[in-house]
């Protein structure tokens, strides 16, 4: 029998694991078959996991807790649920998806009043990268209830929205943050009714919820009981990352997506780039060159290229002229004042996406002519980036004081085989300068 669910029906891959033993879905997989069965997770069992098409560690955790909640388990071989998406699996996901696509949509309603929703956008938790435009539709895969768009709502770190939901007396309001972080002090996003004890509006995103209810152990994202009609949520954001905003009565339902994003960070007044270079370099800044934010002058691009963008990734104020950027949502946060931001700090900023898809943020491909990275790990993900932003010839500069991170030298030179090494010193071997292919 074919899955009857519109996120699932007429995958190929889903449909195999739907009917077929050797088309099981295991812990390794990857691509958009992945990717749906993530998002039936997090909308039908509050997974909280990213979902980014890999069939990782996370996410054969949240198939296996799934499977243990409903006693999925093959009698004939087996005593214990597993981690493995097969033919029963398949067949309660679709069930329960399709279920949930029955409800009807439209009754209740979610009304970004502040920052404003922008209906129809395409969201960016799939990991997809295009141009923000209005009026467009997610993937007719995704269209999880009637008429295929979901409503989205972009926040920065440390703003609030105001979302207004009509119809929906009696039902609640959840957030799920997709990927919430250790603890309420890298919580993502967190919804709350205003009207409720306890939250001071001039403490709360510094950068946790403070005041007389801050020892409750929240729960992830927040669930508030409807009361009124209409009736008036908060949603705080803190950190970067994705959520969902469901809304629901016992007859009807609706989602919006919440995107927290930084915007592009400005540059820094009062410091110059560095001109000095340490002996024995042309490149590589030396200890005593001009001061940055950072405290530690060493290691920073000296006469950059200049000729296209020039990007420090992970980087935090320390290199006048670069602009910081992330690759890694959860490597956003940096103090301002070089120190470790404690609990309630207010010296705590966030760099801006390198995939995020608005254009005032985005870095096209091929467009990087200067690429920076110090003192920071050097990720999977961050390869992929250096991959498509960088121009032919762009000058990549690592340097590193952080014991062990000289590992991330030969990494580079395998992942950029055909690069021109111009710098490598060879006593510290604590850094690297190359033009990439």
């Keep these: 029998m074919s899955l009857q669910s519109r996120l699932f029906r007429n995958d190929p891959k889903l449909e195999a694991a739907a009917s077929s033993d050797p088309a099981h879905i295991i812990q390794g997989a990857s691509g958009e078959h992945v990717r749906k069965i993530q998002f039936a997770l997090i909308l039908l069992d509050d997974a909280t996991i990213d979902p ?25 071989f087996q005593t214990q649920a597993d981690s493995i998406v097969g033919k029963m699996t398949m067949a309660a996901l679709d069930r329960e998806m399709a279920a949930k696509e029955l409800v009807p949509a439209g009754a209740i309603q979610i009304r970004a009043v502040s920052p404003g929703s922008k209906s129809g956008i395409r969201p960016g938790a799939f990991g997809l990268r295009a141009t ?11 269209p999880v209830f009637p008429g295929g768009n979901l409503a989205k709502i972009r926040l920065t770190p440390r703003s609030t929205g105001r979302l207004e939901i009509i119809n929906g007396i009696s039902g609640k309001v959840k957030c799920t943050n ?27 995103l510094n950068p946790i919820p403070v005041g ?33 905003i469901d809304a629901a009565t016992t007859t009807s339902a609706n989602t919006m997506f919440l995107e927290v994003r930084a915007p ?31 405290g530690r002058n060493e290691g920073r691009p000296v006469n950059p290229k200049g000729t296209g963008r020039k990007i420090n990734i992970f980087g935090s104020s320390e290199t006048p002229g670069f602009e910081d950027y992330t690759t890694e949502l959860g490597f956003s946060a940096f103090s301002l004042t070089g120190e470790s931001a404690g609990e309630g700090s207010g010296d705590l900023a966030f760099r801006p996406f390198t995939e995020d898809p608005d254009p005032a943020v985005f870095i096209a491909d091929g467009t990087a002519s200067d690429i920076c990275i110090r003192d920071s790990p050097i990720l999977p993900v961050t390869i992929k980036v250096i991959r498509r932003i960088a121009s032919s010839g762009c000058r990549l500069t690592f340097s590193t004081t952080v014991s062990g991170a000289a590992q991330f030298i030969p990494l ?19 850094a690297i300068v190359m033009e990439l292919p």
Aim: hydrophobic share 35%; aromatic share 10%; net charge positive.
């Design 264 to 294: 592009k960070f400005g540059g820094v007044p009062g410091f110059v780039p560095p001109t000095k270079p340490r002996p024995n370099s042309k490149f590589i800044s030396a200890k005593d060159s001009e001061p940055n934010r950072s």
């Design 132 to 142: 923000l435009l209005l009026g467009f539709k997610i993937d007719l895969n995704f």
């Design 52 to 76: 980014d098409g890999k069939y990782g560690q996370a996410t054969s955790l949240a198939v296996l807790k799934f499977k243990q909640k409903r006693n999925i388990i093959n009698r004939s």
């Design 178 to 204: 997709a990927v919430p972080g250790k603890g309420d002090a890298s919580k993502i996003s967190f919804l709350f009714d205003p009207a409720q004890p306890g939250f001071i509006p001039l403490t709360r």
């Design 212 to 244: 007389p209810l801050r020892d409750r152990p929240f729960e992830d994202g927040g669930t508030v009981l409807v009361t009124k009609d209409p009736f008036i949520v908060l949603v705080d954001a803190f950190h970067p990352g994705d959520a969902f």
């Design 412 to 430: 580079l030179k395998t992942e950029f085989p055909g690069a021109k090494i111009i710098e490598e010193p060879k006593d510290p071997k604590d």
